[in-house]
């Protein structure tokens, strides 16, 4: 059974930074280019960080600079860390495959991010 738990979000202020785990079941991340995605209240699901099977990284340019995937394929877990963090960037953070989710259709719990003084 596909697992994606989301989690380490939490409110911090501007300029603060939070690190996300993605913990996932099997070989999902060592098997598969894997995404960061976010949704803003009202707005659409978006991607801001992928790592590629063979470790290549990109980023949305609103992040690019400030935020750094990584994972780590013996605990089947993604990260992303987010630094010099801002208010637009507030919104639920999710994990999943890319550019297709694990399982059609299923996304994880998400973990919220607040960016706020």
């Known amino acids: 059974q596909v697992q994606l738990v989301e989690s380490g979000g939490g409110l911090v202020l501007p300029g603060g930074s939070l690190r996300l785990s993605c913990v996932t079941s099997g070989s999902i991340v060592r098997n598969n280019d894997m995404g960061w995605y976010r949704q803003a209240p009202g707005k659409q699901r978006d991607l801001v960080a992928l790592?590629?099977?063979?470790?290549?990284?990109h980023y949305a340019d609103s992040v690019k600079g400030r935020f750094t995937i990584s994972r780590d394929v013996a605990k089947n877990t993604l990260y992303l860390q987010m630094d010099a963090l801002k208010p637009e960037d507030t919104a639920v953070y999710y994990c999943?495959?890319?550019?297709?989710?694990?399982?059609?259709?299923?996304w994880g719990q998400g973990t919220q991010v607040t960016v706020s003084s």
């Open positions: 999943n495959g890319w550019p297709r989710t694990i399982i059609p259709g299923y």
């Open positions: 790592i590629r099977i063979k470790g290549h990284t």
